[in-house]
């Protein structure tokens, strides 16, 4: 069973500080990872993709990716109220037309 | 990002009706494309991967010819809901794959499906 865990919160922190969420996957062949953003009753939102090992900054959002742990996080940095939302881990096991296998995601909420 | 539409964003029917869902790749050619349900306060499920010009493919337990889907060119698949009833109401999500070198997923705005 291929499986994506990640902790379903509620994560709570202040306007301004760095959020910080996790996910761990199963399996080792796992190639590329995401995250998404969902807020309530919309749609999901990709909003950063990392496939190598390392860091990957766009903005206020770092990516970290550990394949040998078999671990990706994603920090928020100066968290606004605006980043309220659920937080959705996803990988992709590989590129022969496979869907993305999703986390149960990680509700964050920022208080002002 | 790429953009994915979906419509309509919101259909109330009656039972037994059957509903049809249009998924569009705006920017890009999708030749994998994804239709998800999601009921209120629970994680997306996965429903079936619908591949350009061949069968889609269903999630164990999604009964293919009550959700039939089309994957009629790379930019347009659709879901139709036959027969439909009220524990069929859902959010149903739609989400295209490119084809560029990270095989990156984009999601649609969502369709509200009510049964009455």
């Known amino acids: 069973q291929k499986e994506v865990e990640q902790n379903s919160g509620p994560l709570s922190v202040p306007e301004g500080a760095i959020a910080s969420l996790n996910c761990t996957y199963s399996?080792?062949?796992?190639?590329?990872f995401f995250w998404y953003r969902q807020y309530s009753g919309k749609s999901p939102e990709l909003i950063m993709s990392?496939?190598?090992?390392g860091d990957k900054e766009d903005g206020r959002f770092t990516a970290q990716l550990n394949k040998a742990s078999q671990y990706v996080s994603l920090l928020i940095r100066d968290s606004q109220p605006s980043d309220s939302a659920t937080y959705l881990c996803?990988?992709?096991?590989?590129?022969?037309?496979?869907?993305?296998?999703f986390g149960k995601g990680t509700t964050l909420s920022v208080s002002s | 990002g790429a953009v994915v539409s979906q419509h309509p964003s919101r259909v109330i029917c009656k039972s037994g009706t059957s509903v049809k869902i249009e998924c569009r790749s705006l920017?890009?050619?999708?030749?994998?494309m994804f239709w998800y349900r999601q009921f209120p306060k629970k994680s997306l499920m996965l429903m079936a991967t619908?591949?350009?010009?061949?069968?889609?493919?269903?999630e164990q337990g999604v009964e293919k010819d009550k959700f039939l889907i089309n994957h009629a060119s790379l930019t347009l698949s659709t879901l139709t809901v036959t027969s439909a009833h009220p524990e069929d109401s859902s959010f149903y999500i739609c989400?295209?794959?490119?084809?560029?070198?990270?095989?990156?997923?984009?999601f649609g705005p969502g369709t509200r499906l009510t049964v009455l």
């Open positions: 989400s295209a794959r490119d084809s560029g070198p990270y095989n990156e997923q984009f």
């Open positions: 399996d080792r062949g796992s190639q590329s």
């Open positions: 990392i496939y190598s090992n």
């Open positions: 996803a990988v992709l096991l590989n590129q022969a037309g496979t869907a993305l296998i």
């Open positions: 920017d890009f050619q999708a030749t994998t």
């Open positions: 619908s591949n350009e010009g061949s069968k889609a493919t269903y």
